[in-house]
């Protein structure tokens, strides 16, 4: 039995461990809170517990099977060698996450990466999940550090101190309390149903021989209405440069999208690119947010799609 069985049968058995035993014991408590005319918030925070342990559980069996999918890729053998296997705690909004990871060494530049990881999206140095940061930001924008930790995870005690330095490390925010937010003149900003949030990247070759990848990302309203056959994008506003964390980039479009417009009159804000992750975290910072694939890549995939049915691309495009 292959490594890969042993995981997705580890996946099932937790399940079915949730559904025999989890399941069971939540309808014995809600039996006898029923019984005695309990409370019910007690059934409620008793699932919300088993329901995060599960999550946890299968968090965990995720982060090893990509983590051995990467080991033994035929392709990763030809350009990489397994270094060593490392422990590693990832904090969540299940809850605490202890795993392993496989360091490998390049056989090309000796560079040195945890490459399920970097697959995943996950930085090598990070002890919380985007989620959880994102999160907890967003909570202190209107409580006490130590309540916006409370409020964002129980199972966890995080300090203010932890949750200072979590904001810190996402870069400058501005200092902005819910009360600021109620005497900002709501007539001021922009009343839109729809906005677009498009992403984009490019390698830039330096001097040095070596590159670099700026992220470009512009926000605007749409197609402007103009007598011009070339389309113009109406109030767009650019963001773009070199982020040593993507999270900067998209805390600076979410604080330019709540001062520019009032959020509660969008229905949708449409967040578009070529399917990179890092454009596809822009959803977890982004209020109201939808991923769509750009138009460049729609029109490649059903092109390839196509290929021996060109009939059928002025049906579908």
């Known amino acids: 039995m292959t490594k890969q069985n042993i995981e997705r049968m580890s996946l099932m058995n937790i399940i079915q461990d949730f559904m025999e035993n989890g399941i069971k014991n939540l309808f014995e408590l809600l039996g006898k809170e029923l019984k005695n005319k309990g409370d019910f918030s007690k059934f409620v925070l008793e699932l919300k517990k088993q329901l995060d342990s599960l999550g946890i559980e299968i968090c965990k069996t995720a982060l090893a099977v990509a983590d051995e999918a990467i080991r033994i890729e035929p392709n990763r053998k030809n350009q990489w060698v397994v270094e060593r296997r490392d422990k590693k705690t990832l904090l969540t909004t299940f809850g605490e996450i202890k795993y392993e990871r496989t360091y490998y060494k390049s056989k090309k530049d000796n560079e040195y990466k945890y490459l ?100 470009l990302v512009y926000v605007h309203e749409g197609d402007e209405h103009s007598n011009s056959k070339r389309k113009k994008l109406k109030n767009i506003h650019y963001f773009s440069g070199i982020y040593n964390n993507i999270e900067e980039l998209w805390l600076e479009v979410v604080d330019y999208i709540y001062n520019q417009y009032d959020i509660d009159n969008i229905e949708n804000i449409f967040v578009s690119g070529d399917g990179a992750a890092w454009i596809k975290q822009g959803i977890s ?32 495009w």
């Open 116 to 215: 399920s990881n970097e697959f995943l999206g996950i930085d090598c140095d990070d002890r919380m999940d985007l989620s959880l940061k994102a999160q907890l930001v967003k909570e202190a924008v209107d409580v006490a550090y130590d309540k916006s930790a409370k409020k964002t995870i129980e199972s966890i005690d995080l300090s203010s101190q932890t949750v200072m330095n979590t904001i810190r490390e996402l870069g400058e925010i501005p200092n902005i309390t819910y009360k600021d937010q109620c005497q900002v003149e709501e007539s001021k900003k922009t009343k839109v149903k729809y906005l677009y949030v498009e992403a984009d990247e490019d390698h830039v070759a330096l001097q040095n021989g070596k590159s670099v990848m700026p992220r």
């Open 285 to 316: 910072w982004i209020p109201k947010s939808v991923y769509l694939l750009d138009r460049f890549h729609i029109n490649k995939y059903i092109l390839k799609a196509t290929t021996h049915n060109h009939k059928y691309r002025f049906h579908i």
